[in-house]
């Protein structure tokens, strides 16, 4: 644990980072500040460093002074979430309605720090890439940074990155093969009826009822289509339709999510859905347009990179809090995509406090140490370099 030792001793700096990140926070592709002083430390430190990738991304390279071909890759996202923050800290957010309430500022600020470690130790074989990712919350900085040549410019082998995640026992490290988070698509549905008196449905077509009845269908695709062992969510999360209680409308907007463990999985759901939709629409003689649009696929980790992060927590944390078999979330990431172009893992980091995405969530910056010397030992333990 000699490496976590130095980053507790030596955590000053990434707090500092964070905190700067927290009061300064930046939605999806507009996080034009932090990259910038990220671009900034990076260079300073000596790093080879290439800014814009993929509208506000930033691609760090170290090169190891020993020989070797293997390339890594550590990835943070950088971007806030579009909401209020309900907490009393001195460094919360300056911006009314931004808020890093996902943990991204503490994120950036650990491969911040990982990356200054590993520059004053370059007694190293291989390469090192450091990606700072905008727009993860909306699922869209990934492929925008693989659009924009991010392999090209950072080849690498394999790719690995963290989450906070405070339903963990704290300071603890979880990891699991396959599937550790579910995929997720978008789900829109218009049902077009014909508007009536509401004391004469028979002259309409009503597409409230016809909406109750596909809210309650639209739970037997997971029920009667998906495999019983295999997990699946479908929600709709908002209803809109009607302007008075006497009035059957000629229109019901439904909105929700579709989420799955499998590419198979994702396939089959949003298949049965589209044709309860269809099916549906026939029944009632209304129109139903059903619009699916693709989020990300299931966050699937790969052995032989879950077996490094193991070895690696072992080093980090010790036995006693790795959770090498840790429970998969329904919650998706669009570290993802990198997982489909390269083999790799993500894993978490336990930590207490309010869950993601509340509104008086904080990051605990005792995770910033742990999750730093899991990307140093990371590298150590996968190419071969020499103890620090």
Same mark, same amino acid.
């Given at each position: 644990?000699?490496?976590?030792?130095? !980053?507790? %001793?030596?955590? +000053?700096?990434?707090? $500092?980072?964070?905190?700067?990140? /927290?009061?300064?926070?930046?939605?999806?592709? $507009?996080?034009? =500040?932090?990259?910038?002083?990220? +671009?900034?430390?990076?260079?300073?430190? &000596?790093?080879?460093?290439?800014?814009?990738?993929?509208?506000?991304?930033?691609?760090?390279?170290?090169? &190891?002074?020993?020989?070797?071909?293997? +390339?890594?890759?550590?990835?943070?996202?950088?971007?806030?979430?579009?909401?209020?923050?309900?907490?009393?800290?001195?460094?919360?957010?300056?911006?009314? &309605?931004? !808020?890093?309430?996902?943990?991204?500022?503490? /994120?950036?600020?650990?491969?911040?720090?990982? #990356?200054?470690?590993?520059?004053?130790?370059?007694?190293?074989?291989?390469?090192?890439?450091?990606?700072?990712?905008?727009?993860?919350?909306?699922?869209?900085?990934?492929?925008?940074?693989?659009?924009?040549?991010?392999?090209?410019?950072?080849?690498?082998?394999?790719?690995?990155?963290?989450?906070?995640?405070? %339903?963990?026992?704290?300071?603890?490290?979880?990891?699991?093969?396959?599937?550790?988070?579910?995929?997720?698509?978008?789900?829109?549905?218009?049902?077009?009826?014909?508007?009536?008196?509401? #004391? @004469?449905? /028979?002259?309409?077509?009503?597409?409230?009822?016809?909406?109750?009845?596909?809210?309650?269908?639209?739970?037997?695709?997971?029920? =009667?289509?998906?495999?019983?062992?295999?997990?699946?969510?479908?929600?709709?999360?908002?209803? @809109?339709?009607?302007?008075? #209680?006497?009035?059957?409308?000629?229109?019901?907007?439904?909105?929700?999510?579709?989420?799955?463990?499998?590419?198979?999985?994702?396939?089959?759901?949003?298949?049965?859905?589209?044709?309860?939709?269809?099916?549906?629409?026939?029944?009632?003689?209304?129109?139903?347009?059903?619009?699916?649009?693709?989020?990300?696929?299931?966050?699937?980790?790969?052995?032989? %990179?879950?077996?490094?992060?193991?070895?690696?927590? =072992?080093?980090?944390?010790?036995?006693?809090?790795?959770? =090498?078999?840790?429970?998969?979330?329904?919650?998706? $990431?669009?570290?993802?995509?990198?997982?489909?172009?390269?083999?790799? +893992? !993500?894993?978490?980091?336990?930590?207490?406090? @309010?869950?993601? /995405?509340?509104?008086?969530?904080? !990051?605990?910056?005792?995770?910033?140490a742990i999750g730093a010397a899991m990307f140093v030992e990371i590298a150590r333990e996968r190419g071969g370099w020499r103890p620090f």
């Amino acid at each position: 644990m000699a490496v976590l030792d130095d !980053f507790r %001793q030596d955590a +000053a700096s990434m707090i $500092e980072w964070r905190r700067d990140f /927290h009061r300064h926070p930046e939605i999806a592709f $507009e996080e034009h =500040r932090t990259s910038a002083r990220i +671009a900034e430390l990076l260079s300073g430190w &000596g790093l080879s460093v290439r800014s814009g990738v993929g509208g506000t991304g930033v691609v760090a390279t170290l090169e &190891g002074s020993q020989s070797g071909a293997r +390339a890594i890759g550590f990835r943070a996202e950088m971007d806030a979430l579009p909401m209020a923050e309900k907490t009393n800290l001195p460094h919360r957010s300056l911006r009314d &309605g931004i !808020f890093h309430g996902c943990g991204h500022d503490g /994120h950036a600020a650990t491969l911040l720090g990982a #990356a200054s470690y590993l520059a004053r130790r370059r007694d190293l074989a291989g390469t090192v890439h450091f990606i700072f990712q905008p727009a993860e919350e909306t699922l869209k900085g990934s492929l925008a940074m693989l659009g924009d040549g991010l392999l090209s410019a950072a080849p690498m082998d394999e790719v690995y990155a963290l989450h906070n995640m405070p %339903q963990r026992r704290p300071g603890s490290v979880g990891v699991r093969s396959g599937s550790i988070l579910s995929g997720a698509d978008g789900l829109r549905i218009v049902v077009r009826g014909v508007g009536a008196h509401g #004391a @004469q449905p /028979h002259n309409g077509i009503d597409p409230i009822m016809i909406a109750a009845e596909m809210i309650g269908l639209l739970q037997t695709t997971i029920s =009667r289509s998906l495999d019983p062992l295999e997990a699946g969510v479908v929600t709709i999360g908002t209803i @809109q339709g009607g302007t008075a #209680a006497n009035i059957i409308p000629d229109e019901v907007v439904l909105t929700g999510t579709i989420r799955s463990m499998s590419t198979t999985g994702r396939a089959l759901l949003k298949r049965r859905v589209s044709e309860l939709c269809t099916g549906l629409a026939a029944a009632f003689g209304a129109s139903i347009a059903c619009e699916i649009s693709d989020g990300c696929p299931p966050t699937v980790n790969h052995p032989d %990179q879950v077996a490094v992060v193991e070895a690696a927590a =072992r080093r980090v944390v010790g036995d006693g809090l790795l959770d =090498r078999n840790c429970a998969p979330l329904m919650s998706s $990431e669009d570290f993802s995509f990198l997982l489909e172009q390269r083999p790799g +893992a !993500f894993f978490f980091v336990g930590q207490d406090g @309010q869950g993601c /995405h509340h509104p008086s969530y904080d !990051f605990d910056e005792d995770v910033m140490a742990i999750g730093a010397a899991m990307f140093v030992e990371i590298a150590r333990e996968r190419g071969g370099w020499r103890p620090f």
